[in-house]
């Protein structure tokens, strides 16, 4: 008997609900991986639908189809000679299942449904399917006719059981399995199952993946054995990007790691291993206790097929794979990556013809431009490795200079997919904004528009002097609080609208084949979401947003690393500038500023994100932790950059905060897609639910609760 192995997993690009496309992508990771000599593949979760299919996983279409593209599958010559794990939501005895497939040879051998469902942040598995609740034990599936001509039979294993081949054990879990306490992993692994697969649709956050890969990698090196990681890789419709990875794990050590970011609609992934080191691996006495006195034992499916050949065990040229140090990216370069490759599927599978920004001249519209560059940077670099997807893709949006002629250079292709658009006030646009906008469109190549938006805004504030009699001032010119911000919200919206009209004729404008529109990119921060600090359909108000849950201090860094690495010294003028909205005339004692404006700095904006999000913590219990955190009396570390603040400080910091955040909270209904990056977004839509209308916190019991708080803390003081 063999011991040699090889296994492949992948990283799909699926799109929700693209039946054939999704299924010509699965059978090309077959065939790579049968090309590779392996004898097992292991594909991301629901990857026949896609993942992202969210309320159409409750269509009775939905099932039917999915069964229709496993058909497609299993009468298709070229996947046999493999053992395949394909992920589909199946029907069985009136409820839904998120389950495995495991099939060989046009024969299905078991289903195997998940059971333990993702319900937490953007999950909502719980909404569409039922867990399996019924560990080890297996019913039959009543397979419906299209597949009973194939099987030879009417019938097939469903549940919690394992597949048994001459030579090893395999098992599956499905991603979040993987993260619960009672992982099944483990009782399967004192079971003797060898080989593990996980079929995932993990989502992209910034800096995630060392948390996934130590999970991955503890579930071996605590208890042995091969595992098979799968994901989805690219946007499959809605706010998240799916960030690949796939990788293969022997005994806590990584044997194969795929790309987190790539413009490769198909990514296998394998490696070969031994048999006999999972074995070894395993013969620690306290271990061979634990799973002798298990009580967990597993239903095997049998199959004569092998993984393993004794041919294989005599070519010297076969050797297991060695172990490889685990790959990741600095924040930095996953901001130019993911959101660079989102945006990339989103254009080409929308079938608009580019993007277009607003470009203020400040840092946030900055960022946006940069990642589209960055996105043409990609791009290119997979048009010239020869990426025939990305070829096609290219040739149907980019066709200014004809049908079928590539753009030589990533400046090039900008140039034909992105519009930036400048919308100045005379009164208050500064010089220095107008040039860097400028300097920034004609570094990365994209077609600038410069304008102002006097002439409406003073026909729109007419309007109000015709009509009320009453004519708005600034505050800078004697103006109550609320014509300042009439006034301000007045040029934010005519900017909303003057995109959208200019994005809609730009294409036809320039003479582009064909015309077409342009979807308009958002550059709000998560910080300016959180904080409200926004007008409600200003150019917050777009089609996507890339830096929607991206906080100013790792766009700052972004750029930055963007100034070196993309070879564009304009963009350290960005940097050093103060952030400022310009919605205010600027005089010689006045310049509008973000920070000042908001009470608050974007370093503290994105601790109250996370104590709120992450640490589930409310108005009392933030002071509790941040009248500790920023005391000026504490005892301050080397990485210690907390602000120093008294505890009357901390109080009003986290009042006016939630003050803030809570009469603002009706723009995050509004508030324009943006890629998932944070797990603090407090995008309204299914990340972060709350109300959007709120009692006043003033007049709160939580802000009375941190007065007598705050009380005992200065009576404390005063006697010390």
């Known amino acids: 008997m063999g011991h040699l192995v090889t296994v492949a997993t992948c990283s799909l690009n699926q799109w929700a609900l693209d039946w054939e496309g999704n299924t010509q992508r699965i059978i090309e990771s077959i065939q790579k991986a049968k ?36 058909r497609r599958i299993l009468l298709d010559e070229t996947c046999h000679g493999i053992l395949l ?16 497939v495991i099939c060989l040879d046009s024969k299905i051998l078991m289903i195997r449904p998940k059971m333990w469902l993702a319900n937490d942040g953007n999950y909502r598995e ?59 992993h483990i009782p399967m692994s004192l079971d003797g199952v060898e080989i593990i697969t996980n079929s995932s649709g993990s989502h992209f956050e910034l800096q995630k993946l060392e948390t996934r890969l130590q999970l991955i990698m503890e579930a071996t090196r605590k208890c042995g054995g091969v595992y098979l990681y799968a994901n989805q890789q690219g946007c499959d419709g809605d706010r998240l990007y799916y960030d690949g990875s796939a990788m293969i ?3 806590g050590n990584i044997a194969a790691q795929g790309s987190q970011f790539s413009l490769n609609d198909v990514e296998v992934v394998t490696a070969t291993l031994d048999l006999e080191e999972v074995r070894a691996y395993r013969s620690a006495i306290s271990r061979g206790l634990q799973a002798a006195s298990s009580n967990a034992k597993y239903r095997r499916i049998q199959t004569p097929f092998e993984l393993s050949s004794e041919e294989d065990d005599f070519d010297v040229g076969q050797r297991p794979s060695p172990p490889i140090k685990p790959r990741y990216h600095t924040v930095e370069e996953e901001v130019a990556l993911a959101a660079g490759c989102y945006l990339w599927d989103y254009l080409r599978r929308s079938g608009v013809a580019g993007y277009l920004v607003p470009l203020s001249g400040g840092i946030d519209s900055c960022a946006t431009a940069t990642i589209v560059y960055s996105m043409c940077r990609i791009v290119m670099d997979a048009v010239k490795e020869g990426n025939l997807q990305v070829i096609e893709d290219v040739q149907r949006i980019a066709k200014y200079r004809g049908e079928g002629v590539l753009p030589e250079t990533p400046q090039e292709l900008c140039n034909q997919i992105f519009s930036t658009i400048y919308m100045g006030m005379k009164a208050q646009s500064s010089r220095e904004t107008r040039q860097r906008a400028k300097d920034l469109a004609e570094a990365i190549g994209s077609y600038h528009v410069n304008l102002d938006i006097d002439d409406v805004y003073n026909a729109q504030k007419a309007l109000i002097v015709g009509t009320l009699n009453f004519e708005p001032k600034f505050k800078v010119h004697g103006g109550s609080n609320q014509e300042n911000l009439t006034l301000q919200c007045l040029q934010a919206r005519i900017r909303m609208v003057t995109a959208y009209e200019f994005g809609q004729i730009l294409p036809t404008a320039r003479n582009r084949p ?42 700052k860094l972004f750029i930055g690393w963007a100034e070196k690495n993309f070879n564009l010294p304009c963009l350290h003028g960005f940097l050093t500038a103060t952030p400022t909205a310009e919605l205010e005339p600027v005089t010689e004692t006045y310049v509008q500023s973000d920070e000042v404006d908001m009470g608050m700095t974007y370093a503290e904006l994105t601790i109250f994100g996370r104590l709120r999000k992450e640490n589930k913590l409310g108005p009392f219990a933030m002071f509790q932790r941040l009248v500790h955190d920023w005391s000026a009396d504490r005892v301050k570390g080397p990485d210690d950059n907390a ?3 008294t505890p009357a400080q901390v109080a009003e910091k986290v009042k006016r905060f939630f003050h803030f955040y809570a ?13 998932h990056c944070n797990p603090y977004s407090p995008d309204d839509n299914r990340f972060d639910l709350r109300p959007f209308l709120y009692p006043s916190f003033w007049k709160s019991w939580s802000f009375k609760k941190i007065d007598w708080e705050l009380e005992k803390i200065e009576k404390r003081m005063a006697k010390s």
């Open 126 to 184: 719980m909404r569409f399917f039922t867990p399996w609740m019924h560990p080890r034990e297996v019913e039959d599936f009543h397979l419906p006719r299209m597949l009973q001509e194939i099987q030879g039979a009417t019938h097939v294993p469903f549940g919690d059981a394992v597949i048994s081949t001459p030579d090893t054990c395999m098992g599956a879990e499905t991603c979040e399995e993987l993260f619960t306490p009672s992982a099944p």
């Open 643 to 645: 602000p120093e603040y």
């Open 663 to 675: 009469i603002n909270r009706h723009k995050m209904t509004t508030l324009t897609p943006a890629l």
């Open 35 to 70: 090309a590779a000599r392996a004898r097992l593949r292991v594909g991301p979760e629901l990857e026949i639908c896609g993942y992202g299919c969210l309320d159409h996983l409750m269509e009775q279409d939905l099932y039917l189809h999915s069964l229709e593209m496993l």
């Open 514 to 555: 064909g015309g077409g529109s342009l979807l308009i990119l958002g550059s709000a921060n998560v910080g300016e979401s959180l904080r409200g600090y926004l007008t409600k359909y200003d150019c917050s108000s777009a089609d996507i947003n890339p830096i929607g849950s991206i906080d100013k201090a790792d766009l």
């Open 85 to 100: 794990d394909i992920g589909m939501p199946v029907q069985h005895r009136n409820q839904r299942f998120n389950c495995r």
């Open 249 to 251: 794990i022997v005994n």
